[in-house]
């Protein structure tokens, strides 16, 4: 993912991956010299992603357990929270999202990212780094939940992410910092999905 690889200074970094499947946030921070706990709680899931650390022979720390029962003592430099969502993004893989016989339930989807964001906040060391991200376009998932966030801890602040990495990268990159891009089609014709993603830094 995209700002995930915007990241930087996260070799030998201790880095949680919350609601990591399939595996894929996981293995890009591994192979960028992170040291990754990977915490999903669906065991189906854990045993694909098991199967497939074994296979590209990457060691991964992977825990079965519901993020929100993780303990306050475990501290981190980075957390990843690639939060549930309306998966709106994905419209053009899933056009048959807005066939559904029911709107997505933003109070009980909100409810559960900000629950989210408050327990990474407290799995972070001093100066740590939470990325908050979503395959979602809709500002009451990505920018109200972030806003709401900040107001609420003002020892955290938004930070910008690097674009020296990617040309042209800065369009993604809206006013107020947010990695923010809608579906579209690239100049080099690759399709991509609706996205959201914060990065927040702890002050203290």
């Given at each position: 993912m995209l700002p995930i690889y915007l990241l930087n200074n996260i070799k030998n970094k201790n880095v949680a991956d919350l609601c990591a499947a399939p595996g894929g946030k996981s293995f890009q921070l591994i192979t960028s010299g992170a040291m990754v706990t990977a915490f999903e709680k669906n065991s189906k899931k854990i045993d694909l992603m098991k199967k497939n650390f074994q296979r590209l022979k990457l060691d991964c720390n992977i825990i079965n357990m519901d993020v929100l029962k993780i303990r306050n003592n475990k501290k981190f430099d980075f957390v990843i929270l690639d939060a549930p969502c309306s998966s709106?993004?994905?419209?053009?893989r899933h056009p048959e999202i807005i066939f559904r016989s029911r709107s997505p339930n933003f109070i009980k989807i909100t409810s559960l990212q900000k629950n989210l964001l408050n327990k990474a906040k407290n799995l972070l060391t001093k100066n740590g780094i939470?990325?908050?991200?979503i395959c979602s376009f809709f500002h009451e998932e990505g920018k109200?939940?972030?806003?709401?966030?900040?107001?609420k801890n003002k020892n955290f602040s938004l930070q910008k992410f690097s674009i020296n990495k990617i040309n042209n990268i800065d369009s993604y990159i809206?006013?107020?910092?947010?990695?923010?891009i809608l579906p579209?089609?690239?100049?080099?014709?690759?399709?991509?999905d609706g996205f959201f993603a914060a990065k927040l830094k702890k002050n203290d």
């Open positions: 709106i993004g994905t419209i053009r939470l990325i908050y991200m109200n939940v972030i806003e709401n966030f900040l107001d809206d006013k107020n910092g947010f990695y923010y579209h089609k690239l100049k080099s014709k690759v399709l991509v």
